[in-house]
């Protein structure tokens, strides 16, 4: 679903995001 998409869209952002501080989330 579309929904679905941009929740996985969502933790791709956050990956790049916080990569410094959290590491890899996915």
């Known amino acids: 679903t579309a ?3 941009n929740i996985f ?3 791709i ?3 790049v995001v916080f990569d ?3 590491g ?3």
Do not use: Q, S, T
Request: hydrophobic share 45%.
């Open 3 to 5: 929904f679905k998409k």
């Open 9 to 11: 869209v969502i933790y």
């Open 13 to 15: 952002l956050a990956d």
């Open 20 to 22: 410094d501080e959290i």
């Open 24 to 26: 890899e989330p996915i």
